[in-house]
């Protein structure tokens, strides 16, 4: 949800311009090999549309699929803060309004129910699955409803007492019982007519063709609640659907009392990555990086509550630099673990980050025919600024967050499993790793015969796949 300055719960009322995606990236037909839109529980790679009207989204979601992205996730589609009664669809309100609810039973503020069903049929046609973001754990604070605790579906008895959240007393009751922002009345979900309200909300979604939900605001909701909300979407769903909830830690909040629930938001990796990327900071600290414990997480360089351009001063994952947030973007692509995150704006600005898609479709492929993918950060010169990274022999990704290209004429794989021709997804080169007479393993080639060694420009990431030796010859 927004966030403050100096809090991590409270709403920022500032908004940010559309992205827009102009076409797909494109790629060689050999490395087209998997379907749009593997048939994972995990998705693949999420990319988030932030805010974006359900018609822009089905505009490019089939472009989303060819780029490898699996997943896309929208904005929440309740009647919210600002959005009137039997009013227009699509709402010029600020984003922050999207996460204060008025009527869980009525579609609004970015796209009617039509206006979802027609995305939802779009991106399943071409192997597309759509998130939907639901926040369930307060109503608005729109001085319409708040005052009397009067909403389409909700009245007093249905809210928590206005108190104070602690963050720092050792406990959670005031994270899971308390008013969000002093403002936001807290939703009792002990309640039959409240837990019946959000159920049929989900049905709604389900119906409509969403694949699964990101739980809002999910550590200020008690998990035997989520349990059981999950608990309808797998029987809706057929056990289908996949979800998982923002979950921040604080003194109280760990997301270890989450995970058994679903996968959550790694904001411990996030953090790791900030202070990894930025000026003065070292690569080499990724070599075991700090995580969350779940391969499932939703891993990010930068979401939509720690981007300064929709959230200022959100205290966490606080980039001073975009270029370093999306090279840690390119990052958290390229790994093993995890579930990718990326916002829309980013993937149509930054030219690596739909090549950092297509690489962990291909991955994911070829981990499912048993070819080894392990993920190793390999020890090369310049740890601080550089980092090589191995997905078994099957990849190499090569990331440089120096403002001077690094170029190397010789550098030694022995110790790694990589050998033969890797092609290069974004700029077609290949590169190879032989062995020299003495058996050790070196890059032989780097574009040309005429030089070995490793060359990446300033603040640039790689990804490169294996290939069959003759493209090297």
């Keep these: 949800m927004g966030r403050p300055t100096g809090e991590l719960d409270r709403p920022q009322r500032r908004g940010t311009g559309r992205a827009r995606l102009r076409?797909?990236?494109?790629?060689?037909?050999?490395?087209?090999?998997?379907?749009?839109?593997?048939?994972?529980?995990?998705?693949?790679?999420?990319?988030?549309?932030?805010?974006e009207p359900y018609r822009q989204v089905k505009g490019y979601v089939c472009a989303l699929a060819k780029q490898g992205y699996s997943h896309v996730q929208i904005a929440p589609a309740q009647r919210s803060n600002g959005d009137p009664a039997g009013g227009a669809a699509v709402s010029a309100k600020a984003w922050w309004s999207r996460y204060q609810p008025v009527d869980f039973l009525v579609i609004q503020g970015r796209g009617s129910l039509a206006d979802l069903q027609a995305l939802t049929h779009q991106a399943h046609s071409c192997g597309m699955k759509v998130i939907a973001d639901v926040v369930f754990n307060h109503m608005a604070s729109d001085p319409q409803f708040a005052p009397t605790l009067t909403y389409?579906?909700?009245?007093?008895?249905?809210?928590?007492?206005?108190?104070?959240?602690?963050?720092?007393?050792?406990?959670?009751?005031?994270?899971?019982?308390?008013?969000?922002?002093?403002?936001?009345?807290?939703?009792?979900?002990?309640?039959?007519?409240?837990?019946?309200?959000?159920?049929?909300?989900?049905?709604?979604?389900?119906?409509?063709?969403?694949?699964?939900?990101?739980?809002?605001a999910a550590k200020h909701i008690d998990p035997k609640v989520l349990n059981d909300l999950i608990a309808t979407i797998n029987r809706s769903s057929k056990n289908r659907a996949w979800n998982y909830l923002e979950v921040i830690d604080d003194n109280d909040t760990r997301a270890s009392m989450y995970t058994p629930t679903a996968a959550v938001t790694d904001f411990v990796l996030c953090e790791s990555l900030q202070k990894a990327f930025r000026f003065g900071g070292s690569l080499s600290s990724l070599r075991v990086p700090t995580a969350i414990n779940d391969s499932r997480s939703v891993t990010f360089g930068v979401n939509h509550d720690s981007d300064p351009s929709i959230n200022p001063g959100f205290p966490k994952c606080s980039y001073a630099n975009r270029g370093d947030a999306v090279l840690a973007d390119a990052y958290v692509l390229a790994r093993e673990s995890g579930t990718p995150l990326i916002l829309a704006k980013d993937n149509l600005t930054v030219a690596y980050l739909p090549t950092g898609a297509m690489f962990r479709r291909l991955m994911m492929e070829r981990g499912k025919r048993g070819l080894n993918v392990r993920e190793q950060v390999l020890d090369v010169a310049d740890t601080q600024s550089m980092l090589v990274m191995e997905r078994g022999s099957e990849g190499l990704f090569v990331v440089n967050k120096s403002s001077s290209?690094?170029?190397?004429?010789?550098?030694?794989?022995?110790?790694?499993?990589?050998?033969?021709?890797?092609?290069?997804?974004?700029?077609?080169?290949?590169?190879?790793?032989?062995?020299?007479?003495?058996?050790?393993?070196?890059?032989?080639?780097?574009?040309?015969?005429?030089?070995?060694?490793?060359?990446?420009?300033?603040?640039?990431?790689?990804?490169?796949?294996?290939?069959?030796?003759a493209e090297c010859r």
Excluded at 33 to 49: E, F, R, S, Y
Excluded at 153 to 162: A, K
Excluded at 167 to 191: A, F, I, V
């Design 152 to 216: 389409p579906t909700f009245q007093r008895e249905h809210f928590h007492p206005p108190c104070p959240i602690n963050y720092n007393d050792g406990k959670t009751n005031t994270e899971r019982q308390c008013w969000l922002n002093g403002d936001l009345p807290d939703l009792k979900q002990t309640h039959g007519q409240v837990m019946g309200i959000l159920r049929q909300h989900l049905k709604l979604l389900l119906k409509a063709g969403v694949d699964g939900f990101r739980f809002d």
């Design 405 to 469: 290209s690094f170029d190397t004429p010789v550098l030694d794989l022995t110790l790694s499993n990589l050998e033969g021709c890797y092609q290069e997804l974004r700029n077609k080169f290949t590169v190879a790793i032989e062995r020299n007479g003495d058996g050790r393993k070196f890059i032989s080639r780097w574009g040309t015969r005429q030089r070995g060694g490793l060359q990446v420009a300033a603040r640039d990431a790689l990804y490169f796949v294996r290939v069959a030796m």
């Design 23 to 51: 076409g797909a990236l494109t790629l060689a037909a050999l490395f087209l090999n998997a379907a749009p839109g593997l048939a994972l529980d995990q998705p693949t790679a999420i990319l988030h549309a932030h805010d």
